[in-house]
Nanobody, 129 residues
Framework: QLQFVESGGGLVQPGGSLRLSCAASGFTLDGLGIGWFRQAPGKEHEGVSCITDSDGNTYYRDSVKGRFTISRDNAKNTVYLQMNSLKPEDTAVYYC??????????????????????WGKGTLVTVSS
């Protein structure tokens, strides 16, 4: 079965840090763009950060620039999202998704229109004091 397993979420105080992991199962990340997306309660999915494979280009939404860092380890078939200086507005369920590499930049800004079940389980990040 082809799937991503997201992990690393939790409850953290404002200003704290978390490292999310996205492990691919049943397929390789080679040649794929990978994106982290999030969905806050009552809101649509939004792109957080994405990374290509061939050249390692990274993309970030403006509100997380300078605070979040995306990376990938193809040998481990895993993508990471280091989140520092977390804010309450970062509270959401975080998901990862595979992207056609040439469309990574576009899909990072305009997330894929997946059904909810296609997004996987995600990992919940709650930033609160």
């Amino acid at each position: 079965q082809l799937q991503f397993v997201e992990s690393g979420g939790g409850l953290v105080q404002p200003g704290g840090s978390l490292r999310l992991s996205c492990a691919a199962s049943g397929f390789t990340l080679d040649g794929l763009g990978i994106g982290w997306f999030r969905q806050a309660p009552g809101k649509e999915h939004e792109g957080v950060s994405c990374i290509t494979d061939s050249d390692g280009n990274t993309y970030y939404r403006d509100s997380v620039k300078g605070r979040f860092t995306i990376s990938r380890d193809n040998a481990k078939n895993t993508v990471y999202l280091q989140m520092n200086s977390l804010k309450p507005e970062d509270t959401a369920v975080y998901y990862c998704a595979a992207l056609v590499e040439m469309d990574t930049a576009h899909l990072c800004q305009y997330p894929p229109h997946y059904r909810q079940d296609q997004w996987g389980k995600g990992t919940l990040v709650t930033v609160s004091s």
